[in-house]
DNA sequence: TAGTGGTCTAGACCACGTT
DNA sequence: ACGTGGTCTAGACCACTAA
């Protein structure tokens, strides 16, 4: 994005003397509407990931970047944050700031609350078993937040990988949240829908265990009776707090493995 | 921490005329070595918690808010802006910052990279089963980032909660990086150890599937063949994004699910 | 139009880790 | 002692939202 460098007019570029480890270039667009903090922020990624900046190296003081630059060392230090943030850059002070040296190139970037099925060409298909309003039990009341009895959408779907059945969702959404059209419940995943309509997924809470198959589970999965089972529970929330899904979810664990990453809060 | 206020010389309360919906009223210690967006966010977060400020209610405006506390904007922005993080407040452009109005009082705090067993009163205990250097086989290598055949320490153990055998636990760490005490470890946890010896913690890539017993792992963990069983393997890296830790883990389906929670990365 | 958060500047002093 | 990041200030202008 905004991979157009201005043509630099007139400004002259001061010798430089030193020969540093890393003497790397950078260049903001301040006609650009994208911040200046992330205008750098995402050069200094581009950077990291394509190898120009080695993995231990020091990244030069704040206040000489932002110099060369000519930008203020509060915007660099917000730039840096944001990758120190994602895990890229590591402050020492005393030392100076260095790029991670993670074996793993990028552990970063994952559980964007897992569309897991519908990425990376698993062509997925849905089937709806189920859409309809009922009653809350007092278990779907407690997780969405609302009274007990109240309307919910209910929801049951199938999803298949490469014509196999994968796995058995059962969804409860307040009523009203967002139309449910089989099609397009068939064509896509609920969390798009729900981006589409313009919630913003937050955080999800999530519980995740095992069990064997009942006859029943076994025939809807094409699994034996007492295969192993993941199940996973989940309430999902928006950006203000407000719980917009709760699911009770089962996997063929011969089938599916959750891959996740875990940060350490601070 | 630092839970003593200092006692106020002087300081005269100015006469609050305004009766806002919330004229909550905040105050820093400048003589504390805490920093004062710290001190504020701790204040916001109190608040918050205790009802003091109510979900979806306002925090008055970001200058206002400075004026009152005799900080700067951007000190009161730095403090709001972790606790936007938190999840726990929402800014709206035009609007104002709200208390996010979630259901689940408080879904934050957690995924402290599970020491889980150690938690909440469950008396657990450890069994060292094993603790030996021997050559890295390619997926532990692979795992931890050094050459196949290097040295690592195996450690094996089996968890109990409450006199029932609940984890079987399979590690494997680089040599060297921490002293791997038999009787430390049996009373207390790997992170706490590692933590103690100064590693910063920074994320954890994990994968969770099911299974089900195999003879050998029944009779370990006192279930019956075929039982279902959670299975987990984890890469733990540091701060610098060395990974310090690779384990693999099973555990009692019956006794045991993993909690937590996902965060949607911006 | 008025009020909010979003971004940015050009300084300052301090705490810490290295040397 | 020196250099680094950590914190903080007092302003400024802009973009978005709501009334």
Same mark, same amino acid.
């Given at each position: 994005?905004?991979?157009?460098?201005?043509?630099?007019?007139?400004?002259?570029?001061?010798p430089?003397?030193?020969?540093?480890?890393?003497?790397?270039?950078?260049?903001?667009?301040?006609?650009?509407?994208?911040?200046?903090y +992330?205008?750098?922020?995402q050069?200094?990624?581009?950077?990291?990931?394509? @190898?120009r900046?080695?993995? @231990?190296s020091?990244?030069?003081?704040?206040?000489?970047?932002?110099?060369?630059?000519?930008?203020?060392?509060?915007?660099v230090?917000?730039?840096?944050?944001?990758l120190?943030?994602?895990g890229?850059?590591?402050?020492?002070?005393?030392? @100076?700031?260095?790029?991670v040296?993670?074996?793993?190139?990028? *552990?970063l970037?994952?559980?964007?609350?897992?569309?897991?099925?519908?990425?990376?060409?698993?062509?997925p298909?849905?089937?709806?078993?189920?859409?309809?309003?009922?009653p809350?039990?007092?278990?779907?009341?407690?997780?969405? @937040?609302?009274?007990?009895g109240?309307?919910?959408?209910v929801?049951?779907?199938?999803?298949?990988?490469?014509?196999?059945p994968m796995?058995?969702?059962?969804?409860?959404? *307040?009523?009203?949240?967002? *139309?449910?059209?089989n099609a397009?419940?068939e064509?896509?995943?609920? +969390?798009?829908?729900?981006?589409a309509?313009?919630?913003?997924?937050?955080?999800?809470?999530?519980?995740?265990?095992?069990?064997?198959?009942?006859?029943?589970?076994?025939e809807?999965?094409?699994?034996?009776?007492g295969?192993?089972?993941?199940?996973?529970?989940?309430?999902?929330?928006?950006?203000?707090?407000?719980?917009?899904e709760?699911?009770?979810?089962?996997?063929?664990?011969?089938? +599916?493995?959750?891959?996740?990453q875990?940060?350490?809060?601070?």
């Amino acid at each position: 994005m905004s991979e157009f460098p201005e043509i630099e007019t007139g400004g002259y570029a001061p010798p430089v003397s030193k020969a540093e480890s890393a003497p790397l270039e950078f260049e903001v667009d301040r006609s650009s509407p994208v911040p200046l903090y +992330y205008q750098l922020a995402q050069q200094l990624e581009g950077a990291i990931e394509h @190898g120009r900046l080695a993995p @231990g190296s020091l990244l030069g003081n704040e206040i000489e970047l932002a110099g060369r630059l000519g930008l203020s060392r509060p915007t660099v230090r917000q730039a840096i944050q944001s990758l120190v943030d994602k895990g890229l850059l590591v402050r020492r002070r005393g030392v @100076g700031t260095q790029v991670v040296h993670s074996q793993v190139k990028r *552990p970063l970037e994952l559980s964007s609350l897992f569309d897991d099925l519908q990425a990376a060409g698993q062509s997925p298909a849905t089937q709806v078993l189920r859409n309809e309003t009922e009653p809350a039990t007092a278990q779907v009341a407690a997780a969405l @937040g609302i009274a007990e009895g109240s309307d919910v959408v209910v929801l049951q779907r199938l999803r298949f990988t490469h014509g196999e059945p994968m796995a058995h969702m059962c969804n409860y959404l *307040p009523p009203g949240l967002i *139309p449910l059209d089989n099609a397009k419940l068939e064509s896509t995943g609920l +969390y798009r829908m729900m981006r589409a309509a313009g919630i913003t997924l937050h955080s999800a809470r999530q519980s995740v265990g095992a069990r064997c198959a009942t006859e029943a589970e076994g025939e809807l999965l094409a699994e034996e009776p007492g295969a192993a089972l993941l199940t996973m529970s989940r309430t999902t929330y928006d950006d203000t707090g407000r719980a917009v899904e709760y699911g009770t979810h089962i996997y063929r664990a011969s089938r +599916y493995a959750f891959e996740f990453q875990l940060l350490v809060r601070a």
